[in-house]
């Protein structure tokens, strides 16, 4: 006997939309377009390599890190590094022809100029993308991008860091792509988060060089929608850099922390097409968030059989049966961490029997938190439809998955209850 | 003289305000311009909520709060008297986790902080490839981490009753691997020698590698006999490896969370703790005097507390876990049970303290569980232990360490000694 007891409504409710279930797990999920036809990347392909062209041109900004030269001190040799290319191409989306272009792409990083300042934070984001994460070619990438600015990893400190961040923004304006770790604190007068020797607050610092950049990249939960500290009752009412930046392109790399995998890629895309990447109406890359982690799950056969873990520790968690009932979000987050993975690919939350906490999706703090699953929690259908994507419908979409899972979870306890009565 | 100077390179900033006299630092100011209220947004949320949001507090040691947390609750639960009984099973692999963790923030530490600091201080720029070493030998050993905890950082594999994982042969044989790995390149970069022959040794002057080049600088800068503070030392986290205790002129293995007191500081958004009203130092070097580590017990006689001391104590301690985590790995019993707790009580009323060993010293939550929800959680960080400016009595830690250095930067350089994070400060 598990925990879940439902009630006669919920009962109910699953026979009365078992439909709509059977629709939402059987159509095509998210609404991207893999395929544009030749017209489209004939162009694309004549864009991109005037734009590499004109980069190859450009002086390197920050050239203490030769790409080839790190490649082979780390033992990597050219047959990883276009294995690594193709493996992005195909993650930006575009078509294998692409992958010369993605390979050169990487080799004139070091002409884009990445400032990288960090808010209201705990700093995970830049640990997980400079230091200890990240498919290996994906961390060289990183470890040469020109970094123009980044308190971590510069040689100077203090009032000298300062100035050398000055000079960054001055010399740089109009072209550096902005990076922000961490939430806003707007309570207080900002005075929650104060940055430097005038004691600038977060949301003032981040204006000014936002206002310098060509684009902003809110990277981690709190920098997209305010993350932890934003959690209630918001001591320090944080909020995300879209709810203060205005009049400049903004991608959010939600997730906590980010994968680096997707950083790269806004990079790259960036690099190579001096675009920023397609965007759902959270601002997210569709090709890192157009699908959900549900979709790819390497569990997601026990879930579609009605496997479930019902207690840590049980024979389903032996067998790696589906966490749904142990209150994984997989089922309502957009994410590819199911694809990409973790730590060089290593593993993953639910590849330890975890489940996964929803920490891409807004709110996930207050809304998801850990282990209540869906079918218990208090989450309200959406207006239309179930099938709608994120795109078009927001965080409608979310709840609506919700919903329909929690029927799911329902109508498997249901239907195994009467295969044991039927037993006895 | 008053000078104010700005410490980044740290997870989140801190200020620190020095008073010089006579040419020399007298009395230094430490403050975190910095504060998001996770004790506050932690209360009245459901009780397994804390596993969630509190690694959150750190990116750098964000495992130790997942064990923390978790150890609170269980404590909690033992007291009232829902037994919970870890398999071995599970207490290595939370070990092994959090040993990794420890491991790769000191990497972190000597490449990208300690050492190109040092070198600055000579007017020697860094050199490049401390950042490949640093990510390289820190990826690396986190990789191993992830194995079992699915990510890092931010992991949730614990679960009251043990860890969600269930590792087979194959992920045990891939953990072994990296470590291996990592100690090779221990003992190509960072010592010079082989782990065997760095045991056989009786000096520092014998060591080589990167370790080599600290100890050279600092005593080419005359730096080794400075940052003495008080020798108190305390270490409160229960571990295989650990002991607890606390030296104060004399050992004690009678401590009590009863005696910590945490006090709101003037001008900063950090809290200073204190044992029994006084400042104590945790961390690896606390952990080394408690577990009496003869080679530090023999430096501690001739340097005391100084910057050489807490240096060694780190890398020594890295090097020890790293021994330590693969006779975990080899000793792993895999078909115990990861989780005897099967199920977990809903509306429970637990009061429950955690306490673990984190890269910088002694982490502690404490959560008080009323209907299954937080009346109250409560975190001290080690870095509050250190890096609080102190009471009205005395100076904090680092604060008195700094006292008596002849410049700014000598006096920064004796602050990184004790391994500065502003997030975990002031969380």
Known sequence: ?424 | MKVKYLIEKIEGEAELEFDFKNGLVDNVIISFPFYRGIEEILKDRDAMDALVITPRVCGICNHAHLIASVRAIENGLNKAGININLTQKAISLREFTLSCEIVHSHFKWFYLVALPQLLNLDGIEKPDNYILKASWASTNIVKALAIFSGQWPHASYAVPGGVSCDPTYEDIIQAEALVDEVTRFVENELIGMSIDEYHKTKEISNIKGDMSTIFDMMSKKNIEEKGKSYDRFIVFGEHQIFQTGQYNKKYSNDISFAHIKEQIQHNSKAKSVTYKDMCYEVGPLARAIIAKNDFVLNLHNKYKDSTLIRVYARLDETLRLLMYMKSLLANLNVKELSCTLAKMPKAFEANGVGMVEAARGSLIHQSIIKDGKIQKYNIITPTQWNLSSGTQKEAGVAAQAMKGSISVEEATFVFRTFDVCSVCTTH
Not at chain 1, 102 to 121: F, H, K
């Open chain 1, 1 to 424: 006997m598990n925990d879940y007891s439902f009630t006669k409504k919920e009962c109910d409710m699953g026979k009365d939309t078992m439909e709509s279930v059977k629709k939402l797990f059987t159509t095509q999920s998210a609404k991207v377009d893999t395929n544009r036809g030749g017209e489209y990347y004939t162009d694309l392909y004549e864009t991109c390599r005037k734009r590499l062209d004109e980069l190859k041109a450009l002086p390197v900004v920050n050239n203490k890190l030769d790409f080839q030269q790190t490649i082979m001190d780390e033992g990597l040799d050219r047959r990883d590094f276009l294995k690594w290319a193709s493996a992005t191409t195909a993650m930006l989306m575009l078509p294998a022809s692409f992958t010369p272009l993605v390979a050169e792409a990487a080799q004139v990083m070091n002409r884009v100029p990445v400032i990288w300042i960090e808010l209201s934070d705990c700093a995970g984001n830049s640990e997980a993308l400079l230091r200890s994460d990240g498919p290996k070619i994906d961390k060289i990438v990183l470890d040469i991008i020109s970094l123009e600015f980044h308190e971590t990893l510069q040689a100077a400190a203090g009032h000298q860091a300062e100035k050398q961040l000055e000079e960054a923004i001055e010399h740089f304006k109009g072209k550096y792509l902005l990076f922000v770790e961490g939430a806003v604190p707007l309570g207080m007068d900002g005075q929650y988060g104060t940055i430097g020797a005038k004691a600038e607050t977060f949301k003032d610092h981040l204006l000014r060089l936002a206002s310098g950049a060509a684009a902003v990249i809110a990277v981690g939960s709190c920098a997209t929608y305010g993350g932890i500290p934003a959690a209630a009752p918001n001591p320090t009412q944080s909020v995300g850099v879209m709810d203060v930046v205005s009049g400049k392109p903004i991608i959010n790399i939600p997730a906590c922390p980010a994968n680096p995998a997707n950083m790269v890629g806004v990079v790259l895309h960036y690099v190579l097409t001096g675009k920023i990447p397609e965007l759902d109406s959270l601002l997210r890359p569709k090709f890192a968030f157009g699908y959900r982690i549900h979709d790819n799950c390497e569990r997601r056969a026990h879930f579609d059989a009605g496997e479930y873990v019902e207690e840590w520790g049980d024979n389903g968690a032996k067998n790696n049966f589906c966490l749904y009932k142990m209150g994984c979000k997989g089922p309502m987050t957009f994410n590819n961490c199911s694809i990409v993975r973790y730590n060089e690919a290593v593993n993953w939350p639910i590849g330890v029997g975890r489940g996964c906490i929803g920490c891409s999706e807004p709110d996930f703090w207050d809304k998801y938190a850990y282990e209540r699953p869906m079918a218990n929690a208090n989450i309200k259908a959406p207006t239309g439809g179930v099938e709608k994507t994120v795109d078009e419908f927001g965080l409608a979409l979310l709840t609506a998955a919700g919903i329909g899972i929690g029927i799911h979870a329902v109508a498997s306890a249901v239907a195994g209850k009467k295969n044991s009565e039927k037993d006895a």
